[in-house]
Nanobody, 127 residues
Framework: QVQLNESGGGLVQAGGSLRLACVDS????????MGWFRQPPGKEREFVAA????????YYADSVKGRFSVSRDNAKSTMYLEMNRLKPGDTAVYYC????????????????????WGQGTQVTISS
């Protein structure tokens, strides 16, 4: 059973950096496609980044491309989101998500493609 737990959120000034981590304690991490989503205050949840099962392929929302980097370490059952040059518009609750088998694509960008979600971690960027 996939169990996801995010960490690394916090309050930083605009232009700063944060690194989020998502640990899967279910034991099937390497079989899952993984993704990051976020929900800004008063808005719907939106796609941020996705990574393939072995980490070779990644995909980003246009709003974060060039600033965020997603990666995974299957030996540690952990996915990361490195966030640089943060903006107030990046303020949101960030969620990691997992899609278990069948995984037929390199990555997925719709939240309906994922069956497992973490509890979220708050990221707040001050101007």
């Amino acid at each position: 059973q996939v169990q996801l737990n995010e960490s690394g959120g916090g309050l930083v000034q605009a232009g700063g950096s944060l690194r989020l981590a998502c640990v899967d304690s279910g034991g099937t991490f390497s079989m899952n496609a993984m993704g990051w989503f976020r929900q800004p205050p008063g808005k719907e949840r939106e796609f941020v980044a996705a990574v393939s099962r072995v980490g070779r392929r990644t995909y980003y929302a246009d709003s974060v491309k060039g600033r965020f980097s997603v990666s995974r370490d299957n030996a540690k059952s952990t996915m990361y989101l490195e966030m640089n040059r943060l903006k107030p518009g990046d303020t949101a609750v960030y969620y990691c998500a997992a899609r278990g088998p069948p995984v037929t694509a390199s990555y997925y960008i719709r939240d309906s493609d994922y069956g497992y979600w973490g509890q979220g971690t708050q990221v707040t960027i001050s101007s």
